[in-house]
């Protein structure tokens, strides 16, 4: 059964670092699309980036343009969201999910496995 697990949430300051990984179990990711998502209290989940399987098409939503970097290494089974210059309206649940296809897409398509999820919290 396919599986991934989200790892690297936290407390951090504004203006500070964090770096998610997302680990995949039970089989390989290196030929789906994966995309990070968060959730902030209250609010719907929302996208936030996608990368395709070979890292050649890479999506950012506004919000995170500049600041996200997303990266993947497939022998490793693992997908990365590099966070840098965290501001309090960043905190929320991050999720990664496993697109169906290779490709990214729009970033609501195509999901079909979900992540449980880690949270990350910017404050003083």
């Known amino acids: 059964q396919f599986q991934l697990v989200e790892s690297g949430g936290g407390l951090v300051q504004p203006g500070g670092s964090l770096r998610l990984s997302c680990t995949a179990s039970?089989?390989?990711?290196?030929?789906?699309?994966v995309a990070w998502f968060r959730q902030r209290p209250g609010k719907r989940r929302w996208p936030v980036s996608c990368?395709?399987?070979?890292?050649?098409?890479?999506k950012y939503s506004d919000v995170v343009k500049g600041r996200f970097t997303i990266s993947r290494d497939n022998a490793k089974n693992e997908v990365y969201l590099q966070m840098n210059n965290l501001q309090p309206e960043d905190t929320a649940v991050y999720y990664c999910?496993?697109?169906?296809?290779?490709?990214?897409?729009?970033?609501?398509?195509?999901?079909?496995?979900w992540g449980q999820g880690t949270q990350v919290t910017v404050s003083s």
């Open positions: 990368i395709s399987d070979s890292s050649l098409t890479i």
């Open positions: 999910a496993k697109k169906v296809y290779s490709m990214c897409g729009g970033f609501d398509d195509n999901i079909d496995v």
């Open positions: 039970g089989h390989s990711l290196a030929q789906y699309g």
